[in-house]
């Protein structure tokens, strides 16, 4: 099942498109028999799951374009940048996730936002959780989050790695350099408002210093946490 009003749609601003779709066998209609040509190069040998999940990810990015640029024709490749990240057509930014059976993406005109990242995840298991909850958070910083929201430390840990995911999207584009999970620490929460902060925690760029704090917005819902985090330079 596709639809414009996606799970993003609740952590992006109104002004920012998106398209999500339910991951199924079936290859959407927009993308037809010739589906296999937005593969790159690269990817031609990966299993068909990978390369499944890569067309309906560029699928969702085809409808969230379409959304703010009518005239978009679907044959522009949004290909596979170094990094794997997508490059998007001149004057759109955006951001794609795919998690579980859950795809979705997102764009906007460049001018009205410098960058955006989305990010989804199935609600961690306990095994998961164990593995790389070091990796992803200090245990000060998850001791606080779950002890201020009440969420349980599972699913706290689960947010916290998707808004670094997101945060990771949203920056990477623009610094063109690796950060670690820990180089952030999200350090606020509003459960009511959906909204969280994430502070950096070292220097990335003269528009991204130490201790920047930047706010994104999240969801839970359906065994998934969704984080959207956008970000404009100052004038």
């Known amino acids: 099942m596709s639809t414009p009003s996606s799970r993003a749609s609740i952590v992006l601003p109104e002004f920012v498109a998106h398209f999500s779709h339910r991951s199924s066998d079936r290859v959407p209609r927009l993308i037809g028999e010739n589906w296999e040509d937005l593969l790159p190069h690269q990817m031609r040998n990966c299993v068909p799951k990978r390369q499944h999940e890569f067309i309906i990810g560029r699928y969702c990015a085809y409808r969230a374009v379409l959304q703010i640029q009518p005239d978009f024709d679907w044959r522009t490749p949004i290909s596979r940048g170094p990094t794997g990240a ?18 979705a ?30 990796l992803v958070v200090s245990e000060s910083e998850l001791d606080r989050i779950a002890s201020k929201t009440e969420l349980d430390r599972i699913k706290a840990l689960t947010l916290c790695f998707s808004a670094k995911e997101s945060l990771f999207k949203c920056l990477h584009p623009l610094i063109d350099q690796y950060f670690d999970y820990l180089d952030a620490e999200v350090v606020s929460v509003q459960v009511e408002a959906r909204r969280f902060g994430i502070r950096l925690e070292r220097p990335l760029s003269n528009d991204l210093p130490s201790g920047m704090i930047l706010f994104g917005r999240f969801a839970c819902n359906d065994g998934f946490v969704h984080t959207g985090l956008t970000f404009r330079r100052q004038a």
Do not use: F, M, N, Q
């Open 105 to 134: 993406a997102a764009a906007a005109r460049r001018g009205c936002l410098d960058a955006i990242g989305i990010d989804s995840e199935r609600i961690l298991s306990a095994k998961v959780a164990r593995e790389v909850s070091s």
């Open 86 to 103: 997508p490059v998007w057509p001149v004057g759109i930014i955006g951001s794609i996730t795919h998690t579980d059976g859950y795809v």
